[in-house]
């Protein structure tokens, strides 16, 4: 039985742990070395050039920052200077790679009209994290993640929870009180930078971790 799971533009090593502990020969890989503290459960460098590697199942993150709605007030400069077709070009090698079964997750973005709606969008709140964070995925060969459609009902260690705090301002052009997540807030204040606030956000909540692990591995093994 192939157990090789690929954890693709990953350097949290989220996913890849709660696959280890469940007896999978998981790696992480991305462009830079990984947080998680397992160092030889990760691969350093390009992934597209690993997709043939034999791989069983492939859970890729690839970055939204070019592709997400949330940044479209600078899509048309990002369309002239080539940076969103580039960002294009590399979801489309990572969802048509050869893997038999691919889940590809990204925020809310164009690629859901420039490809196709996802299969399934989830909250964090839905697998018992206090949190709120729209996330979309596309699935090949493998099913929408199960979660209880009840909120405060306990089933196979998923449950719904509240959506978290929320950090709230007024708009200093317009007036107008704005509210955002906490979690999402607190990534900017105790960021050091842009570039630190893109990569605190971008982490996987563990409870998703977790379903993606428990419930995709039964997919192998069953």
Same mark, same amino acid.
């Given at each position: 039985?192939?157990?090789?799971?690929?954890?693709?533009?990953?350097?949290?090593?989220?996913?890849?742990?709660?696959?280890?502990?469940?007896?999978?020969?998981?790696?992480?890989?991305?462009?830079?070395?990984?947080?998680?503290?397992?160092?030889?459960?990760?691969?350093?460098?390009?992934?597209?050039?690993?997709?043939?590697?034999?791989?069983?199942?492939?859970?890729?993150?690839?970055?939204?920052?070019?592709?997400?709605?949330?940044?479209?007030?600078?899509?048309?400069?990002?369309?002239?200077?080539?940076?969103?077709?580039?960002?294009?070009? @590399?979801?489309?090698?990572?969802?048509?790679?050869? &893997?038999?079964?691919?889940?590809? $997750?990204?925020?809310?973005? %164009?690629?859901? !009209?420039?490809?196709?709606?996802?299969?399934?969008?989830?909250?964090?709140?839905?697998?018992?994290?206090?949190?709120?964070?729209?996330?979309?995925?596309?699935?090949?060969?493998?099913?929408?993640?199960?979660?209880?459609?009840?909120?405060?009902?306990?089933?196979?260690?998923?449950?719904?929870?509240?959506?978290?705090?929320?950090?709230?301002?007024?708009?200093?052009?317009?007036?107008?009180?704005?509210?955002?997540?906490?979690?999402?807030?607190?990534?900017?204040?105790?960021?050091?930078?842009?570039?630190?606030?893109? @990569?605190?956000?971008?982490?996987?909540?563990?409870? &998703?971790?977790?379903?993606?692990? $428990?419930?995709?591995?039964? %997919?192998?093994? !069953?």
């Amino acid at each position: 039985m192939n157990k090789r799971i690929l954890i693709a533009c990953e350097e949290s090593q989220a996913v890849c742990k709660e696959f280890r502990a469940l007896g999978f020969d998981a790696y992480s890989a991305d462009i830079i070395d990984c947080s998680g503290g397992y160092p030889e459960w990760h691969i350093k460098g390009d992934v597209l050039k690993i997709l043939n590697d034999d791989w069983a199942m492939m859970i890729a993150f690839p970055p939204c920052t070019h592709l997400a709605v949330s940044g479209a007030a600078w899509f048309e400069q990002k369309r002239k200077d080539g940076r969103q077709q580039q960002g294009i070009d @590399f979801f489309m090698n990572i969802i048509n790679a050869p &893997i038999p079964r691919i889940a590809v $997750e990204n925020p809310i973005g %164009i690629m859901s !009209s420039l490809y196709k709606k996802p299969n399934q969008v989830i909250q964090p709140f839905y697998f018992g994290d206090e949190a709120q964070k729209t996330t979309c995925l596309w699935l090949k060969n493998l099913p929408p993640l199960y979660h209880n459609d009840k909120p405060n009902l306990f089933d196979d260690n998923i449950t719904h929870v509240g959506k978290g705090e929320f950090f709230e301002w007024i708009d200093g052009k317009t007036g107008k009180i704005k509210k955002q997540p906490k979690w999402y807030a607190d990534a900017f204040i105790n960021a050091k930078n842009k570039e630190e606030t893109s @990569f605190l956000r971008s982490k996987t909540f563990p409870g &998703i971790a977790k379903a993606m692990a $428990e419930q995709w591995s039964k %997919i192998i093994t !069953s």
